[in-house]
């Protein structure tokens, strides 16, 4: 059994009126996993590094760009049955805009922007809770730290 890295998750928040929100997005029925809550999720193209895809699936799934962005401090893993291996996703934290607009691709069909505890109650895995509940522990809490993991656009 491998383990492979070729997935990425984004989380994108913003900071509104001093609190913390999380841009979740509903998968359109049409799509795996559809009618279910996330973030920003994609594949990693040959030759990219899984920052750029993190990136690039921001943009394409949502139309936003971050102001900064950040690596969490948290590999999300699954196991895939269909080729009986591990996947790794490293986590990306994007911070946007507070008046950003948000422009769904055909893989959405809703989103809406929430707090860390409606969010970790819509998402559906263990691994995407902990990573909530990560990111809001450093960008309200651990701020000193945010210099160590900052990806400079």
Request: aromatic content about 10%; glycine content about 6%; some cysteine.
């Amino acid at each position: 059994m491998e383990i492979i890295t070729k997935y990425v998750e984004v989380h994108i928040i913003r900071q509104k009126k001093g609190r913390l929100e999380f841009l979740l997005l509903k998968r359109s029925e049409k799509e795996i996993y559809g009618g279910l809550w996330q973030m920003v999720t994609g594949k990693i193209k040959n030759g990219e590094k899984a920052f750029e895809s993190a990136l690039r699936e921001m943009k394409e799934e949502t139309g936003l760009t971050p102001k900064k962005f950040w690596t969490a401090p948290n590999i999300n893993s699954f196991y895939d049955h269909k080729e009986d291996c591990v996947i790794l996703l490293p986590v990306f934290v994007a911070l946007v805009n507070e008046n950003s607009q948000v422009k769904l691709s055909e893989e959405h069909t809703e989103f809406k922007w929430t707090g860390s505890k409606n969010a970790k109650i819509l998402l559906a895995w263990p691994g995407q809770r902990k990573s909530v509940e990560i990111i809001e522990n450093y960008i309200l809490k651990e701020q000193d730290f945010l210099k160590f993991v900052e990806i400079k656009l």
